[in-house]
C-alpha cells in the first residue's frame, strides 16, 4: 500500500512540483490553506505532512500545534527564511525536520524515507511489533494484526495464533503435535491434516499479496518454520 504524504502550500507552483517528485512512488493529496489541510487530516489517514510556513489564515506553526494535539504523524516543514530561531521553535512545537527552499529533489526524498522509518520504528516500539523482511511483513500483536507489504492480511483467530508461534521463534522447527497442543490444545485427537490446511490457507493468502513470499517453510520429516525473509529488522 503506498504511502500518504499530504502537501501543504498556497502556491500551485510548489505544490504542483512536489506532486511531479512525489507521485510515482507516493500518494499525493494537497492542501492550498491550513483550514483545507487540517480537514484532511482529522478525515483521512496520512503518513507524512509537508507543511509550509508562510501560508494565509493559518501559518505552518498554528497548523503543527493544531496537528499535535490529536496526532503524531511525522510533519517535514518548507521554510524560505533561514532563521536558526523559527527552526527551533518549529521543533519544540512538534515539527519533525525542516528543509529549506530551494531544495534539491535528492534530499526531499531522502529526508521524507528517513521520517517515515523513523515513524514505523516508533509504532514498533508503541505496540510489541515483529517486522521481517525489510517490512514485507509486519506483526502488531496487541490488536492481532497481520501486514503484507503494507496491507491487512484477512486471517482466522487460529492461523493469526499458528503465524504469530512461529514468526515469534524464528529459529525453531514446530512439529505437527507441538502445533496441536499449542494453538487447538488437543490432546486426544492427533489429527495433523489440521495444521497442515491451515498452514496452506496462510501461504495462500499471503500469496495474494506477496506471490514470490512463502511465510512458513516445510522442514520435511520434523514440521514447519517461519521464513523471515532477510531477517528481523
Not at 487540517?38 to 508562510?54: C, G, N, P, R, T
Request: charged share 30%; aromatic share 8%; with cysteine.
Amino acid at each position: 500500500m503506498e504511502k500518504r504524504i499530504l502537501v501543504v502550500d498556497d502556491e500551485w507552483n510548489m505544490r504542483n512540483l512536489l506532486r511531479i517528485f512525489l507521485e510515482k512512488e507516493y500518494d499525493v493529496i494537497e492542501a492550498e490553506d491550513g483550514r483545507q489541510a487540517l480537514a484532511f487530516v482529522s478525515s483521512i489517514h496520512v503518513d507524512l505532512i509537508i507543511l509550509d510556513i508562510m501560508l494565509p489564515n493559518l501559518d505552518g506553526w498554528q497548523i503543527c500545534k493544531e496537528i499535535r494535539k490529536e496526532k503524531h504523524t511525522p510533519i517535514l516543514m518548507l521554510t524560505a527564511r533561514n532563521e536558526l530561531r523559527d527552526k527551533i521553535y518549529g521543533l519544540d512545537i512538534g515539527a519533525d525536520d525542516y528543509l529549506e527552499k530551494p531544495f534539491e529533489p535528492e534530499e526531499l526524498a531522502a529526508r521524507i524515507k528517513a521520517l517515515l522509518r523513523r515513524s514505523l520504528i516508533n509504532e514498533h516500539f508503541a505496540e510489541n511489533t515483529l517486522m521481517y523482511g525489510d517490512q514485507l511483513i509486519i506483526i502488531k500483536t496487541e490488536s492481532r494484526t497481520v501486514l503484507i507489504k503494507g496491507e491487512k492480511l484477512d486471517l482466522t483467530p487460529k492461523e493469526y495464533d499458528l503465524l504469530y508461534l512461529l514468526a515469534n521463534q524464528p529459529q525453531r522447527v514446530f512439529t505437527r503435535d507441538l502445533l496441536l497442543d499449542v494453538i487447538w490444545g488437543m490432546k486426544d485427537m492427533r489429527d495433523h491434516r489440521t495444521v497442515d490446511s491451515h498452514i496452506k490457507n496462510i501461504r495462500i493468502k499471503v500469496k495474494e499479496q506477496a506471490s514470490t513470499y512463502n511465510p512458513i517453510q516445510t522442514v520435511w520429516g520434523v514440521g514447519y518454520k517461519f521464513n523471515p525473509a532477510d531477517g528481523p529488522l
